[in-house]
């Protein structure tokens, strides 16, 4: 006899059964991707406090910081969600929609009227 997969009962009918409804299945499956999710939050979370930070910079008239600083700020300089090059060849980061480049170990901010450049598209 065949045993559910999640929470071990006994299955009966079809043979090729795993879990013995559909409670069980969708437990097992959530517990199979808690990790993946919680991944993608904590990614999410700090995808989201980097472009705060750029923002916050932008607003207070700030264009260049040191990636020092910007780490003591919690900044996570490895992580975005676009990189391009632009038609001089430089190298343009986004996150969502704030633009910066890297020159050096500064970070400098692409200020709006310089956003003529989409992260997508
Ligand atoms: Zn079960």
Redesign the pocket.
């Given at each position: 006899m065949e045993t559910?997969?999640?929470?071990?009962?006994k299955l009966f009918g079809r043979s090729d059964k795993k879990?013995?409804?559909s409670?069980?299945r969708n437990a097992y499956h959530n517990e199979k991707s808690r990790p993946i999710i919680n991944q993608v939050r904590q990614i999410n979370r700090s995808l989201v406090n980097n472009r705060s930070i750029i923002e916050n910079l932008a607003n207070e008239g700030v264009q260049k910081v040191s990636l020092k600083v910007l780490r003591t700020l919690g900044f996570e300089v490895n992580l975005f969600t676009a990189r391009k090059i632009d038609e001089s060849a430089e190298e343009i980061f986004f996150i969502y929609d704030q633009a910066f480049q890297i020159r050096g170990e500064d970070l400098v901010i692409l200020m709006a009227e310089d956003k003529h450049f989409r992260a997508t598209g």
């Open positions: 559910c997969i999640e929470c071990g009962g879990f013995c409804d409670n069980c």
